[in-house]
């Protein structure tokens, strides 16, 4: 079992990933976020949870640790979605 750390930083990355690749109407890495607009795709704590072969519960616990600092969660009846991402030279 993964220590929390290692566990954070494998449901960052893969959140950060998955989300990224969802955009199909922008690239968040080429285009300033004043301009992501209203066409975000959230990413799904199971999609991240299928990607990490992770335990959902670990997913969740992890991404709640992550919110705000590098992810902006989105919640619905207890499961949790990435529903942007803070870029790099935001302020923490």
Known sequence: MPD???TDDMVSE???Q???????DFDPFEVDPSEWGPH???????DIATDTGLEIEAVR???RRDAGRKLVLGEDGGNLSVTSIVPAD???
Do not use: G, H, M, N
């Not at 998955?18 to 955009?23: E, F, G, I, K, V």
């Open 14 to 16: 893969s959140a950060l």
């Open 18 to 24: 998955l989300w990224a690749a969802a955009q199909t």
């Open 61 to 63: 616990e992890s991404l």
């Open 40 to 46: 975000i795709v959230p990413i799904r704590d199971v």
């Open 90 to 92: 935001e302020p923490l």
């Open 4 to 6: 929390e750390k290692t």
